[in-house]
Nanobody, 120 residues
């Protein structure tokens, strides 16, 4: 079993910054892609950013140029630096990892979510 623990959410004014972290632990052989998703009230969960193990990245159009995803493979940790935050960035942010465990079983693991609230 793999656990993902997120941290770094909170309340910030528009234009401010936050940095989210997500640490994976447990039965891990290798983590491939790591991603951040978000879900605002009344909306579907959407992909924010994804980073491959080799560090190639992809961003949603709505956050490109403002958010930066990074990872530390030695620590099985992914980060999301969020700058120039807007009220429409308010959501619960979820970490996702494409995990290969020590039994070579591959599956998606999810964190519990961390709330980000941006006030205008």
């Amino acid at each position: 079993q793999v656990q993902l623990v997120e941290s770094g959410g909170g309340l910030v004014q528009a234009g401010g910054s936050l940095r989210l972290s997500c640490a994976a632990s447990g039965n891990i052989f290798r983590i491939n892609d790591m991603s951040w998703y978000r879900q605002a009230p009344g909306k579907q969960r959407e992909l924010v950013a994804v980073i491959a193990r080799a560090a190639t990245t992809h961003y949603a159009d709505s956050v490109a140029g403002r958010f930066t995803i990074s990872r530390d493979n030695a620590k099985n940790t992914v980060y999301l630096q969020m700058n120039s935050l807007k009220p429409e960035d308010t959501a619960v942010y979820y970490c996702n990892a494409d995990v290969l465990d020590r039994q070579f079983k591959q599956y998606d693991a999810w964190g519990q979510g961390t709330q980000v609230t941006v006030s205008s």
